[in-house]
């Protein structure tokens, strides 16, 4: 499974590509929403991980564009500013889970398992089947 890791810290980068690495997916990552929507264009990814907060264009912008033209990609959206206006605004926008930072590996893998699970339980029954 490839997950897409989009943040502008590289401390955050570097400790979801080692948690999630660890337990078998592929990782990519990011440090900016231009790279991000680059990378979308041109792989198939199973799950977006994305901050809210970064340089330019922020992960509101990006959560927008993933709406528009990727809906399907199930996102998890991390913040350090988890106010209420932020989560609601993220979820507004599509995201499947928010997760405030920082996190500890087990929560980053709890939220990964659970979008996941829905992920493989939408393809598996599809909504009108049956």
Request: hydrophobic fraction near 45%; proline fraction near 6%.
């Amino acid at each position: 499974m490839k997950i897409l890791v989009v943040d502008d810290d590289a401390i955050v980068i570097k400790s979801c590509r080692r948690i999630l690495e660890s337990e078998g997916f592929e990782v990519s990552a990011v440090p900016s929403v231009e790279q991000a929507l680059a990378a979308i264009k041109i792989t198939d990814f199973d799950l977006l991980l994305i901050d809210v907060k970064m340089p330019e264009r922020d992960g509101m912008y990006l959560m927008q564009e993933i709406k528009k033209n990727w809906a399907e990609i199930p996102t998890i959206v991390m913040s350090g500013y988890p106010t209420s206006e932020t989560i609601a605004e993220v979820y507004r926008l599509g995201a499947t889970l928010f997760i405030p930072k920082p996190f500890r590996p087990d929560e980053l893998m709890k939220s990964v398992r659970q979008v996941l699970k829905n992920v493989i339980a939408r393809k598996s029954f599809p909504t009108g089947a049956g």
